[in-house]
Structure formats: structure tokens, C-alpha cells
């Protein structure tokens, strides 16, 4: 496996890790916040550069479903950057040393609403690349060969961190900040720090495991007719 894949793995990583941080911002501080933001865009910005082929693929790939999502969700993804490193200028003043007259209630809370719907839109983005990240897990970890106790134990384990991530969402409330709700419910970090990114990583795995097996549930509905088309030619036969 090339050094420069992994390496682009590793920083990928370090920018979804560095978005968790980013949400906990009344555990970090407004400075912890801006720095571990700023960090998070640049490594985006090399994640771009990284893969800045895949942009003139989009029209040869957009007649396939799978395709055409990906697509989607990643111009959806881009539009929430957008919407989040914007409002970020306006209600910066940590690095900048200057507070921005725009940085009112309104705008943090659209920073607040894009921040989680990153959160909810980078989880699909990662479902749809989970067959990819399980083939390096394979590659690393030296497994070679299918096995049917691990592939269920780990189908468990799916499962329970969805049904985890179903209650982590109301839990941290998620419903109400994604729909720009007014809200007083806010995670009590003096409780527990641990449990803030527990529930958010839950809620992350519920989505990459509503994505992946929505996608094997549009694949297996694509294949069936292809299978009663060869049945039918071979009894004709």
C-alpha cells in the first residue's frame, strides 16, 4: 500500500477528528476552537488537492445511482464548508484580534447549523466510502480470507452503534440544530467530557451505516432483474 495513500488516510483522519473537537466549543474555549477549525480547513484543502482528479470524473460518472449520490453529497458537503468557513470569518476574533460587526446571534447560529450538518454529511460521505476503508483495515490488520463469525460479529456491532446513535441524537439534541431551532439544551461538559464524543461518534456511525447498506440494498435491487433476465433467456433456451 503507498505511503502517500496512507499518509492522505491519516490526515483525513486528523480533520474529521479535528471537526469533533471543533463541536465541543464550551469544553475547548473560543481559542482551542478557532485554532482546531483553522487546522481542520487546511487539512481540506489538501484533501481537494489530493483528490482534485476525481473532479473531472463527475461527468462520466453521473449516469450511475451510486455516482450521482456521491456527487451530491459531496457538492451538499462543500456548500456546508462553505457556509461554516464563512460564517467563521464573521464571528472570528481570536486569531484576527478584530471583532467582526456581523458576528451576531444569527450567524453563530448558522455556524452552529452547518457544523452539524458537516458532521451528519461527512458520515454519509465516509458510508459510501466504508467498502474502501475496510479494505485498507483488511490490508493493515493481514486478512486475507472471509469469515463468517467476524463479518456477523462485526454486522453487530453496526447495528448496536446505530441503535446508539439513534439515541445520541436526542441525546445532544441533534434534530433542533440541524433544523436552526432555538435550543437551551447544550451537553454539560463538567459532567462528562468523554460522553460528548461517544454520542457524536454514534451519531456518525449511524449514518455511515444507513448509507452503506442503503447502497447494498441499491445494488442487490439492480442485479435482481439482470438474474431474472438470464433465468428467463435460459428456460427460452
Known sequence: MSPIFLSRLVFDLIAAGLLLFGLSY??????????????????????????????????????????LF???????????????????VLISNALSGVISPYAGFTV????????YWVLVIVSVHLGLRWPMIMGVARKLTGITKPNAVRTALLRVIAIAIAIHGVWSSFELAVGTKLSMQMTLDWWNFEESVAGFFIHCLAIAGLYMCLTYYAMKWLQ?????????????ENVHQ
Do not use: C, D
Open 220 to 232: 442487490a435491487r439492480k442485479r435482481r432483474p439482470r438474474s431474472a433476465a438470464a433465468v428467463a
Open 26 to 67: 464550551w469544553w475547548l474555549g473560543n481559542v482551542a476552537h478557532e485554532v482546531a477549525g483553522t487546522a481542520m480547513f487546511l487539512l481540506l484543502i489538501a484533501h481537494n488537492v489530493f483528490n482534485r482528479r476525481w473532479y473531472g470524473t463527475i461527468a462520466k460518472g453521473a449516469r450511475e445511482p451510486r455516482s
Open 70 to 88: 456521491n456527487i451530491v453529497v459531496t457538492f451538499l458537503l462543500m456548500l456546508a464548508m462553505l457556509a461554516l468557513l464563512v460564517t467563521s
Open 108 to 115: 453563530r447560529q448558522i455556524h452552529t447549523l452547518a457544523a
